[in-house]
T-cell receptor, first 111, second 117 residues
């Protein structure tokens, strides 16, 4: 079945440093979504990417979808303490409605 | 809208007991998902429904787990008998179907933290 790998598992950064998490699928995806889960909270939708090579920005967050639609990345510029949490990618295969979640990257920001 | 509602928020039970988790999806959503989250296995899809009909239950661990959706506003996940390895956070999520303008994002409930002793 479809597998979604995400690295790194943990990342500790100094406030103001950049952060990137990478997501790779074993199969070609129809689209990919990103979610953020704060400590003790629930996953919250951030964005969906659909097109090959797509790049979307939300303030300091930049999301990319690979040309082959098998990988994606999330980059945060100049991290803040409010960025703390676990970031999940979730891929949807062709013809499928369900999402397969990566195991997430947990970001901690040292003030 | 109050969002996805789950109850109870916390459940502590003893091995062998029956556990029932409840979910009320966002009104108007066509899909409902049950997930389990653990440190070891991450966020796993257990089962999902479309218009109250179970579509894929391949993620249900074993026959001890069952899920129902008797109507558009209510779903249950039952574990009978429960075992310590079932301890996890169980999330319910809902979404619109394809063709809607909301990009099919899933709205998660606050989760039920289950501890089986």
């Amino acid at each position: 079945g479809q597998q979604v790998m995400q690295i790194p598992q943990y990342q500790h950064v100094q406030e103001g440093e950049d952060f990137t998490t990478y997501c790779n699928s074993s199969t070609t995806l129809s689209n990919i979504q990103w979610y953020k889960q704060r400590p003790g909270g629930h996953p919250v939708f951030l964005i969906q990417l659909v097109k090959s090579g797509e790049v979307k920005k939300q303030k300091r967050l930049t999301f990319q979808f690979g040309e082959a639609k098998k990988n994606s990345s999330l980059h945060i510029t100049a991290t803040q303490t409010t960025d703390v949490g676990t970031y999940f990618c979730a891929g949807r295969g062709a013809g499928s409605y369900q999402l397969t979640f990566g195991k997430g990257t947990t970001l901690s920001v040292i003030p | 809208d109050a969002g996805v509602i789950q109850s109870p928020r916390h459940e502590v039970t003893e091995m062998g007991q029956e556990v029932t988790l409840r979910c009320k999806p966002i009104s108007g959503h066509d899909y409902l998902f049950w997930y389990r989250q653990t440190m070891m296995r991450g966020l796993e899809l257990l089962i999902y429904f479309n218009n109250n009909v179970p579509i894929d239950d391949s993620g249900m661990p074993e026959d001890r787990f069952s899920a129902k959706m008797p109507n558009a506003s209510f779903s249950t996940l039952k574990i009978q008998p429960s075992e310590p390895r079932d301890s996890a956070v169980y999330f319910c999520a809902s979404s619109f179907g394809t063709g809607r303008p909301s990009y099919n994002e899933q709205f998660f409930g606050p989760g039920t933290r289950l501890t089986v002793l």
